[in-house]
């Protein structure tokens, strides 16, 4: 009973982010989510039994209807997160793009990196990147806790969008009171496309800590020399030092 009046709270919360051809837009939601496996059509949708309006109205929606965002996003992060062993709030962040090699005239389109489509090869192909946000569980799951999506435009700094966007979450993940003072710092989880030095200085003032997967094309540990900061000159190192090993204002990093 607690999950089903949490669903309904959702749902009616969903519904109030909807502000034009609320009615349409949330039976379409609804067929996509009961439809019998992959939606490969729109009109298709039509033919659902929880899509009770013609196809006319299916595409009045798409066209005219209109999401609130802001609210939408805070409704996600005041549902139920699920959480590592230890009780931390695990979040991982990632870029996954929508393919639109057929669409030309689509505007703002960037080359997108995947990977697997051809054999033993990676190609970039048309499409709309996306950054998303999402809550990891601890174990195996097909269930994933989409916190936040944000599509990346071709002058964006994806660094900086990520940046922004993590702060976002962990504001209304706090706001929720999911996190608060004296909890365990927040875990977030990148890829190696990601400059986690870079992260880790911009987001020193949250409760979050950063594990970022570092390129198989990296040196970490060998003899070099480290640039003086106030004369530049170069002072040499010892065999066995870590040289790009720092601190950013309280967050140690080793990379």
Not at 55 to 75: I, K, Q
Not at 163 to 192: E, K, N, S, Y
Request: charged residues 20%; proline residues 5%.
């Amino acid at each position: 009973m607690p999950a089903l009046g949490e669903l309904n709270r959702f749902r009616r919360e969903f519904y109030t982010s909807l502000t034009a051809r609320s009615d349409a837009l949330f039976e379409l939601a609804d067929a996509v989510l009961c439809a019998d496996g992959p939606v490969t059509t729109l009109v298709d949708l039509t033919l659902v039994a929880e899509h009770r309006r013609g196809h006319g109205a299916m595409y009045d929606a798409l066209n005219h209807g209109r999401v609130e965002p802001d609210g939408f996003r805070a409704t996600l992060a005041s549902l139920p997160l699920p959480r590592a062993a230890d009780g931390r709030i695990v979040l991982a962040v990632d870029v996954s793009p929508w393919l639109r090699s057929d669409a030309a005239t689509s505007a703002e389109r960037l080359f997108c990196h995947v990977y697997g489509r051809a054999k033993n090869a990676s190609q970039l192909i048309p499409g709309w990147p996306y950054s998303f946000v999402a809550a990891l569980e601890p174990g195996r799951t097909s269930w994933t806790a989409l916190l936040d999506a944000v599509r990346l435009g071709p002058t964006d700094d994806a660094t900086a969008v990520t940046a922004d966007q993590l702060r976002a979450v962990v504001a209304r993940l706090t706001a929720a009171g999911h996190w608060q003072h004296g909890d365990p710092d927040i875990l977030i989880v990148t890829d190696a496309g990601y400059d986690i030095t870079r992260l880790a200085f911009v987001l020193a003032d949250l409760p979050v800590q950063l594990l970022g997967r570092i390129r198989s094309d990296r040196v970490l540990n060998r003899p070099g020399f480290a640039r003086g900061w106030a004369s530049g000159h170069l002072a040499p190192l010892g065999d066995g030092v870590t040289v790009h090993d720092f601190s950013l204002d309280g967050c140690h990093v080793v990379d």
